[in-house]
C-alpha cells in the first residue's frame, strides 16, 4: 500500500475519533456549568482548553469561547469544524482505496456540516456522534482488512487514548466539583457500564481505574492500547517475510505503547491515581511518541523527495 | 391526452433536435424516443422533477464533481437521456476507429521514419512547429505499438443529423467516469424506462482499459503493475483519477509517491520501493518530468523520461502525442486516413479553412463576419472570434492579427450543434448537446464504448458545453441492435477469450510496400505479444473468441 494512502487511513482514524471525542466532552462540560451552581466558569473552561491543546488564551474565557474554539471556528485546530475538514481532505486523497460507502458517509458528514453547526449544541453534539458512529460502522462492515485497516483502526485507537487521556485529567483537575466524574464517565458513554461493573458504588478512584484499566469497555485506556498494539503487531507480521521475533520488539511504536500499557497495568493503581494529570500527560507523551514512530517507519517515504537521484540518471 | 406540461411550448428549435422529428407541423417524435417520450409523459410534471432532484442529491453525496478554479461544483446530469440507434452508433464506433488507427500511423511516422513529410502530406513545419512536438520522444517504440491507448474524439451533429469530429483528443481526454456514473445515477433514478430499452452498457471500460494498459506493459514483465498518476486532489479530474483507479483496482499515485531509481520507476509503500510498470499518467507532457520539460514542475517525477527511453516503464498515453489533435493538423486527418489506410473516412471534419493557404485566406477575409475564427495553438476556447458575434473594431484587430500571421489561424463556419431535450427551470427545452465517445487501444483492436459522454449547454441558445460554463451532462443510450449478437467487450463478466496470435494494428502505409518502421516493429515487438498472451491464465475460454474476431475490424488492412 503506498504510503501516502496509509497515512492518510491513519489520519482519517484520528480525526473521526477526535471529533467524535470533543463532542463528548464538550457536551457534558456544557452541561455541567449549567447543572452546577458553584461552578466558575472561567476556571472550568480554562482548564478545559488547556487540557484539548488550546495555548494562552488572551481575553475572557466561557462557554461560548469554548464553544467556539472546540466546535464552530474552521481555523481553530482543536475545533470539531476543523477535524470534520482535515477528516474529509484525507479522506479525498485516498478516496479510491476507501469503499464506496464510506467516502459517501464521510463526504455526507463534511456535507452537513453548515446545518450541523446551525443547530442548538446539544444537537450538534449529537449529531457529531452518530455521524462518527455510523462511519465507523460503515468501516467495520465495508473496509477489508488489509493494511488500510490497520492504519484506520492504529489512528482510532491511538487518538482514544490520547483523548481518555485528556478528558481523565480535565476530571481529576476539577476534583472538586461534585459532579466531575459522573460527569467523565457519561463523556464516555461509560456512566452506565461503570455502574453495572462497579454496582453503583461510585468513587473517584472506581472511576479512573475504570476509565483506564477495564479490559472490557472499549473506550477505557486499556482496551484502546490493546487496539492500537494489535493493529501494529498485524502490520508488522504482514510485513516480515522471516519467521516471528525472537526476542522483544523491533518496532519502536509498538514498544512505546506496551510499555504505556504495562505501566498502566503493573503498577499499584494508587500510584497511578496520587499525580493523574501528570500520569496522563506522560500517558499523551507515550502516544505522540509512538505516533511519530508510526510516521517514521511507515510514511515517512512519502515525505522525502529525492530530486537529484533520478534526475542525474 | 398527456399528463405531463413540461413539453408543452417546446422551442425554440434551432438546428437539428434528436427526438422530434417535425416541430413546426406537431411534434413528431422519432422512433428512438418513442418509449421514453411515452414514459415521461405517463410520469407527469411532479414525479419528473422528484426523480430529477433525487438525482441531484444522490451525486452531490457521492461527490461527483469538476474542480473550477480549485472549487468543488456538482455535474449536473440531466433526467431525459439522450438515445442514439445501433445504426447511427455503429457508423460513430467504425468512424472512430478509422480515426485513431490513422492517427496511430500518423504518430508512429512522425516519430519514426517520416515518410508523410517525404510524401508531401502533412508539410513538415507544420507538425515539428507545434508546442505539442517533443523531440525527446523520436525514435521511442511503445511497448505494443501503441501510443494512443485511451482517446475521445469529439462529436457533434450537424443541421442535417450527420455526425461530424468537432476535434481529437489523444492526449489526456477526460470524462468518461461521468459515463459510468451517470449511466448508475440515471439508471437508479428511471428504472422502470431503463428497462424497455435495450441499452448497451459502459461499466465494462475500466476493465478493458486495464487489459490494454497490461498489455502495453514493457517487454519481459509478466505481471505489470499498473498505476494511475494524478496531479493531486485539486485538478479539476481528480474525481475521474480516483474513480478509474478504485475500479481498476491499481493504485492511484501521486509524482511524490514515484521515485526513479537505475533507470526504473518506483513507488513508495509500506513496505519500501516497489517497481511499477505501466503508467497511466493523466498529467500533461510538460509537467512529466522535471528533469526533461519544465524545471519548475511539482507534479512531475524527475527520471520519468530516461525510464520510458530505456524501455523499463510505459507512459501512457505516449509522450507527445499532441501533435496529432492540434488545430492544424484536424485539418489534415481525412488526408491521413487515406493516406495511411486507404480509405475514405467515415465520419467528416466541420469544414475547416487553413489561413496559411492565400487563396483560403481571401475567401475568409471576405468572410469574416459569418465565420469563427480559431488560433491553431489555442485550447479551451481561448481567443476565438465569432464572427456573427464581434464588432466591426474586433474583426478589424483579427484581420490584422491574420496578416501578421495567417499559419496561426484557422477558419470554420458557426455550426449549430444538434439538441436534446432537457430539464430546465421553465419546463423540457431543447439544448444544444455534443458528444464524446471514447475509445480504447489495446493494440490489436480499438474498442469505443457504446455511450460516451453527452455534455449539454444548460443557458438557452449556449453553443459552448463545457462544463466550466454552466454546462451538464447526459446519459447516452446506445440502443443494442436485435439482430445481432452483443459485442462479447460489452459483457462485464466476461473475460478475454484465449485468441490466436495475430496481427496488430501497426502503423503503416497502404500504398507503399512495407515501411521500415513496421518490418523494424514487428521484428522487436513479436516477443512481447505473446508473452502478454500468457500473462493472462485466466482468459482461456475460447468459445468467445468469434463472434468479435470476426467483426468489423479486420485488422489486416495494413498489410
Known sequence: MLSRIAESLFWIGRYLERADDTARILDVELQVLVEDPTIDEEHSCRQLLTVMGVEEYPSVVNRWTILDLLAHNPESPSSIAYVIDAARENARGARETLSTDMWAAINTMWRGLPSARAMRSADMFGWVRNRTAMIAGIADSTMTRDEGWQFFMLGRSIERVDMTARLLSTASLAAEAQLAWPTTLRACGAYEAFIRAYRGLEADRLAAEFLLLDRWFPRSVVSALVEAEKALATLEAGGQRTGGQRSGFSDEGLRLLGRARTELEYRPLAEIVYDLPTEMERLQRSCAAASEAVTTRYFSLAESRQWSEGALL | ?559
Open chain 2, 1 to 559: 391526452m398527456s399528463e405531463t406540461s413540461l413539453f408543452d411550448e417546446y422551442g425554440p428549435m434551432v438546428g437539428f433536435d434528436e427526438m422530434f422529428a417535425d416541430p413546426v407541423g406537431g411534434p413528431l417524435v422519432r422512433d428512438e424516443y418513442q418509449t421514453i417520450n411515452g414514459a415521461f409523459r405517463k410520469m407527469g410534471d411532479d414525479e419528473i422533477r422528484v426523480r430529477a432532484d433525487a438525482l441531484a442529491t444522490s451525486y452531490l453525496d457521492q461527490g461527483v464533481t469538476f474542480g473550477v478554479a480549485g472549487e468543488e461544483r456538482p455535474f449536473p446530469l440531466d433526467i431525459v437521456p439522450r438515445v442514439i440507434e445501433a445504426a447511427d452508433w455503429k457508423h460513430v464506433d467504425l468512424g472512430v476507429q478509422q480515426r485513431i488507427k490513422a492517427l496511430e500511423a500518423f504518430l508512429a511516422d512522425v516519430y519514426g521514419p517520416g515518410e508523410l513529410f517525404a510524401d508531401g502530406v502533412v508539410p513538415r513545419e507544420t507538425v515539428v512547429t507545434s508546442p505539442h512536438y517533443h523531440r525527446v520522444v523520436a525514435g521511442l517504440e511503445p511497448a505494443n505499438g501503441v501510443r494512443v491507448h485511451v482517446s475521445g474524439v469529439d462529436l457533434i451533429r450537424d443541421a442535417d443529423g450527420n455526425f461530424r469530429v468537432l476535434e481529437d483528443n489523444v492526449r489526456v481526454p477526460s470524462g468518461v467516469s461521468y459515463v459510468m456514473t451517470n449511466r448508475r445515477a440515471l439508471s437508479a433514478a428511471l428504472p422502470e424506462v431503463f428497462a424497455d430499452h435495450r441499452i448497451r452498457p459502459v461499466q465494462q471500460y475500466s476493465r478493458i482499459l486495464l487489459q490494454a494498459l497490461r498489455a502495453a506493459a514493457p517487454a519481459g514483465v509478466s505481471d505489470p503493475t499498473v498505476v494511475v498518476l494524478t496531479p493531486g486532489v485539486y485538478n479539476s479530474a481528480y474525481f475521474e483519477h480516483t474513480l478509474l483507479a478504485r475500479t481498476m483496482g491499481v493504485e492511484l499515485v501521486e509524482a511524490r509517491d514515484l521515485v526513479c531509481q537505475g533507470g526504473r520507476v518506483l513507488m513508495r509503500t509500506t513496505r519500501g520501493l516497489e517497481p511499477v510498470h505501466v503508467i497511466y499518467r493523466r498529467i500533461d507532457d510538460e509537467f512529466l518530468d522535471p528533469a526533461q520539460f519544465r524545471p519548475d514542475s511539482v507534479l512531475g517525477v524527475p527520471g520519468l523520461i530516461t525510464a520510458a527511453r530505456a524501455g523499463n516503464v510505459t507512459i501512457s498515453n505516449a509522450i507527445g502525442n499532441g501533435v496529432a489533435d492540434d488545430k492544424l493538423l484536424y485539418t489534415y486527418v481525412p488526408d491521413l486516413i487515406r493516406y495511411y489506410l486507404s480509405e475514405e473516412p467515415i465520419l467528416q471534419n466541420v469544414d475547416t479553412w487553413r489561413l496559411g493557404e492565400a487563396d483560403q485566406r481571401e475567401e475568409v477575409l471576405d468572410r469574416l463576419d459569418e465565420l469563427v475564427l480559431k488560433p491553431v495553438d489555442g485550447s479551451g476556447g481561448k481567443g476565438i472570434v465569432i464572427g456573427p458575434a464581434a464588432t466591426t473594431a474586433e474583426l478589424d484587430e483579427l484581420r490584422g492579427k491574420i496578416h501578421a500571421d495567417p499559419r496561426a489561424w484557422i477558419a470554420q463556419p458557426v455550426i449549430s450543434l444538434s439538441t436534446v431535450p432537457t430539464l430546465v427551470e421553465q419546463g423540457i427545452r431543447p439544448r444544444h448537446v455534443d458528444l464524446r465517445p471514447f475509445a480504447v487501444n489495446a493494440g490489436d483492436e480499438v474498442y469505443v464504448l457504446p455511450g460516451g459522454l453527452t455534455r449539454v449547454a444548460l443557458p438557452e441558445g449556449e453553443l459552448i458545453v463545457n462544463s466550466s460554463r454552466g454546462g451538464g451532462s447526459k446519459d447516452t443510450w446506445v440502443l443494442a441492435d436485435p439482430f445481432v449478437d452483443p459485442n462479447p467487450l460489452d459483457e462485464a463478466e466476461v473475460e478475454e477469450p484465449e485468441k490466436p496470435r495475430k496481427e496488430k494494428v501497426r502503423p503503416g502505409k497502404a500504398r507503399s510496400g512495407v515501411t521500415q518502421s513496421q518490418s523494424q516493429g514487428d521484428q522487436s515487438l513479436g516477443e512481447p505479444l505473446q508473452e502478454q498472451t500468457q500473462t493472462f491464465p485466466e482468459y482461456s475460454e475460447p468459445d468467445f473468441s468469434g463472434s468479435h474476431l470476426s467483426g468489423p475490424n479486420p485488422s489486416g488492412e495494413v498489410e
